[in-house]
Every structure is written in C-alpha cells, then in structure tokens.
C-alpha cells in the first residue's frame, strides 16, 4: 500500500547506499533530486539503500547523513532504512512464488559466466525448492519503453537483453530491483532522479510495477560524472569523499555540471544561501543531454 498523498503533489527522494561514503558524483545526484523537487514545492526524502550488509562501510551510515546536513540539505519526515522493509520484500516474492510469475534458481555463478548476456533459463521449468536458491522473475517476450527528462526514449527488449532476472539472491538478500520499486511505491514517490548508470535498469522495474500494480514515477537519468581512466565516479573506484568544510564551492561546481548558471556573488556564500537560489532558479532543461560527462571539465 502506498502512503496517503495529493495526487498532483511532486515527491522526490535521494537513495544512497552506505558502502562508501559521499563523493562528488553523490553530491550532483542529491542536488538535482533536491532541486527538481524543491522548485515546484514538492518533498523530499531520503531513504538509505542498506539491504546488502557485507558491502556496507561501518560508519557510512552516519557519515553521509552529516554530509548532507553540512551541505544545507534539508528531508522531510525521518530517514527510511530499507533494512528495517524486509516484511515487505518478501511477502511480495511470496505473492510471485504462488502467481508462477518468479521461480527458484541453483544456477551456480560458473554455468552463468559460460553464458553472458540474457540469463538462458536454465530453472525456468525446473521446480526447484525455493530454499537455498535465488529467485527469479519470469520476463515476457516483449520490449519495454518510457521517455526519460533527459536522456529522451529509452527501449529495451526483456526477454532479448535481460531475461529472467534475480529479485533475491541465493544468500537471502533481496535484490535492488525488487527492493527500489516497492520502496518508491509506499513512500509515494513520484520522480525518480538518478544517475545514467541505472538507466538500463528501469524497464525491470516498469515490468515490476506493472506486476504488482504500483503506480509508475516519472524518470530523470542524469549523466555520470567520468574519471580520467574512465570509471564513474564511485565508492567502488575510491572517489575522495565531500570535504565537510569546502560545501559552498563543491555545490557551485555541481551547479554549473547541472548545466545551471549560479551568480556570481554567490561564491562565498553559505550552503543555505546558494541552495534557495538554485531553487528559485532551477531549470531542469539546461542539463547536458547525455550519459556521461568528464570530471576534468567540470571546474
């Protein structure tokens, strides 16, 4: 069920896991989620991705709480955990189980990696105990397709390019795709905006909601942020972490890779100052139309 809401009212979130803590690249992602949802008046929450244990950073947690807070953002409503939503995620893998519309999978990793590409269905008729397997979500034959804000029409083919993808692991931990599209529905979230690198995953999840019967947010895909070698900038690639005393330039430059033009006298300025200025002058159309953008040019 998702949370009680006016129908017409914008509801944003921020969504960051805690294996690492804030970089730049976070920092570009909070701030066009915020603004996007800030200019029109809308909420804005943040909700910690923590439903991979052996990934996450002692610490993290808290640590990009404090970021954000330093940096002048500003949530509505207590931080949601999705740890504390397993209920929720696995009665919907239930209600998958007994529709035959997800299925259990002892592929081992080995007779995967002989088979790149769309998993080859392998289990799909095969019955297995749901019991130390992962579980699968049986794809249609079919292409999935939305207009995302930025990055324009985007299509994939399930059953061609995915095929039957894991909604929770053979170690118990649920998925991040089960797991986002349930979270976004009960908070009520309208506009999803993210980084490009989750662009691919989003016909999953319109298939997903499609099945269970939530509503479908509007999708804003930003650019990555590009290191000189080529990786994203990342908590995997060891990204240096958001100074706490460096908010007000660091949210300037993040700014200007939105593709917005903050005034001059705002160099200098506390945090508070430059965010209600972005809002009120917040333009989602200026951001670069495409999917990636060089950190080295961003200055």
């Given at each position: 069920?998702?949370?009680?809401?006016?129908?017409?009212?914008?509801?944003?979130?921020?969504?960051?896991?805690?294996?690492?803590?804030?970089?730049?690249?976070?920092?570009?992602?909070?701030?066009?989620?915020?603004?996007?949802?800030?200019?029109?008046?809308?909420?804005?929450?943040?909700?910690?991705?923590?439903?991979?244990?052996?990934?996450?950073?002692?610490?993290?947690?808290?640590?990009?709480?404090?970021?954000?807070?330093?940096?002048?953002?500003?949530?509505?409503?207590?931080?949601?955990?999705?740890?504390?939503?397993?209920?929720?995620?696995?009665?919907?893998?239930?209600?998958?189980?007994?529709?035959?519309?997800?299925?259990?999978?002892?592929?081992?990793?080995?007779?995967?990696?002989?088979?790149?590409?769309?998993?080859?269905?392998?289990?799909?008729?095969?019955?297995?105990?749901?019991?130390?397997?992962?579980?699968?979500?049986?794809?249609?034959?079919?292409?999935?397709?939305?207009?995302?804000?930025?990055?324009?029409?985007?299509?994939?083919?399930?059953?061609?390019?995915?095929?039957?993808?894991?909604?929770?692991?053979?170690?118990?931990?649920?998925?991040?795709?089960?797991?986002?599209?349930?979270?976004?529905?009960?908070?009520?979230?309208t506009d999803v905006v993210r980084g490009a690198d989750l662009l691919d995953s989003t016909p999953r999840q319109l298939y997903l909601q499609e099945l269970l019967g939530l509503?479908?947010?509007?999708?804003?895909?930003?650019?990555?942020?590009?290191?000189?070698?080529?990786?994203?900038?990342?908590?995997?690639?060891?990204?240096?972490?958001?100074?706490?005393?460096?908010?007000?330039?660091?949210?300037?430059?993040?700014?200007?890779?939105?593709?917005?033009?903050?005034?001059?006298?705002?160099?200098?300025?506390?945090?508070?100052?430059?965010?209600?200025?972005?809002?009120?002058?917040?333009?989602?159309?200026?951001?670069?139309?495409?999917?990636?953008?060089?950190?080295?040019?961003?200055?």
């Amino acid at each position: 069920m998702t949370s009680p809401r006016p129908a017409d009212r914008y509801v944003g979130r921020f969504a960051p896991t805690p294996s690492g803590y804030l970089h730049f690249g976070s920092l570009f992602a909070a701030l066009a989620s915020y603004l996007d949802a800030r200019a029109v008046g809308g909420g804005w929450l943040l909700r910690m991705e923590d439903i991979d244990p052996p990934r996450e950073m002692p610490g993290a947690q808290a640590a990009i709480v404090e970021t954000l807070r330093r940096y002048g953002f500003v949530w509505d409503g207590a931080m949601l955990r999705q740890s504390q939503r397993q209920a929720a995620y696995e009665a919907a893998i239930e209600h998958l189980l007994d529709a035959d519309l997800a299925y259990a999978c002892t592929c081992s990793r080995k007779q995967l990696q002989a088979h790149p590409g769309a998993y080859p269905g392998f289990c799909r008729d095969a019955g297995h105990a749901p019991r130390d397997a992962a579980i699968r979500l049986r794809v249609p034959d079919r292409e999935y397709h939305f207009c995302d804000r930025v990055q324009g029409e985007y299509r994939q083919h399930l059953g061609r390019e995915v095929g039957d993808f894991v909604i929770r692991r053979r170690d118990g931990l649920v998925a991040y795709q089960l797991a986002v599209v349930l979270d976004d529905a009960w908070q009520g979230v309208t506009d999803v905006v993210r980084g490009a690198d989750l662009l691919d995953s989003t016909p999953r999840q319109l298939y997903l909601q499609e099945l269970l019967g939530l509503p479908q947010p509007r999708y804003l895909h930003l650019p990555l942020i590009i290191q000189p070698d080529g990786h994203k900038l990342g908590k995997s690639y060891r990204s240096p972490p958001l100074p706490p005393d460096e908010a007000s330039p660091l949210l300037l430059r993040a700014l200007r890779a939105l593709g917005q033009q903050p005034a001059a006298e705002l160099a200098g300025a506390p945090a508070a100052e430059i965010l209600a200025w972005a809002v009120a002058h917040w333009d989602a159309g200026r951001i670069p139309r495409t999917r990636a953008l060089a950190e080295a040019q961003l200055r």
